[in-house]
């Protein structure tokens, strides 16, 4: 190992190393991933406060590593990438998911304390992070974008955010996996869906927002709840708070009727300004309960 990795390295209890981005160690993010990658055991990663440009790549086959920042608000991970921008390396668009901030391909990923951000604007599909694992845990991380912003790719994996906030526009929470939201803020800054999810027919749970709050920014009119990308679209929200300027139908079928059928669209306990029920749509399936986390994750417990 350099000389420099080894001033960025320690070792905590039980074996595990810990790795130190800013301060006189590494001074990226992708390299301290290296290390802890070519260390081949359990690791945390610690950033420093400030704005540390480029894209992480945490690969798959990667050991369990916890990523934790000085504050969601004083460490942000950035890049600005989008699906239609030439990357230079191999002449072609980026595409949605080569756009992302922050790739996580492992098992067993955690982030606390950070920011995760593409800020290539309202240019179309930007994802700041793509969650390809199963068992990612965030807690108080920050996710930032437009179009795109969250893209949980792989069905039947399992995911878990609590007490973090998502911004976007269009789409900005998306894809295959089963994810439960605790205690989030999902801001909208511009008109658009919330979710747009892919979930797989024998998938018990997609989406599920457990005391969650929708916001919008000053201007924007209209922030369906969601809509369904596959067929079997999953997405629960429960005893949340929605303030922003929900319409009255709720969910939009993304112009395919023949989806109205199949998506499992569901809403409980919920209050504020955008939940009321009258007049939402009347494919919206009916629920009496609500998953505790147990049943959402099959078991798992994230942080602990």
Do not use: K
């Amino acid at each position: 190992m350099a000389v420099a990795a080894l001033l960025a390295c320690a070792t905590a209890g039980a074996g595990e190393r810990v790795f130190v981005v800013g301060d006189g160690g590494f001074g990226d993010v992708q390299a301290a991933v290296d290390a802890a990658v070519a260390a081949a055991g359990p690791a945390t990663i610690r950033i420093g406060a400030g704005t540390w440009r480029g894209v992480v790549d945490v690969p798959p086959g990667a050991p369990p590593l916890r990523m934790v920042g000085a504050g969601a608000t004083r460490t942000r991970l950035v890049q600005g990438h989008f699906a239609a921008r030439i990357d230079p390396a191999t002449g072609q668009p980026f595409g949605t998911y080569g756009s992302a901030t922050m790739f996580v391909r492992a098992d067993d990923f955690s982030a606390e304390a950070l920011t995760i951000a593409n800020d290539a604007g309202p240019v179309g599909q930007a994802v700041a992070l793509v969650v390809d694992g199963t068992r990612a845990a965030f807690r108080d991380v920050h996710l930032l974008g437009h179009q795109d912003t969250l893209y949980l790719r792989t069905g039947g994996a399992l995911a878990y955010f609590g007490d973090c906030r998502i911004e976007g526009t269009v789409d900005y929470v998306f894809g295959g996996a089963t994810a439960l939201f605790e205690r989030c803020t999902l801001h909208s800054v511009g008109d658009g869906y919330v979710t747009a999810a892919s979930t797989p027919a024998g998938a018990a749970h997609g989406f599920v927002f457990r005391d969650c709050r929708l916001t919008a920014a000053p201007g924007v009119r209209r922030v369906h709840l969601g809509r369904p990308w596959r067929a079997d679209a999953a997405v629960l929200f429960a005893g949340c708070t929605l303030e922003a300027p929900v319409p009255a139908e709720g969910w939009h079928d993304w112009g395919r009727p023949e989806r109205r059928a199949t998506a499992r669209f569901s809403e409980i306990g919920n209050d504020g300004p955008g939940a009321a029920i009258a007049g939402r749509v009347s494919w919206r399936r009916p629920v009496d309960r609500v998953p505790d986390a147990a049943e959402v994750l099959a078991g798992w417990s994230p942080f602990e």
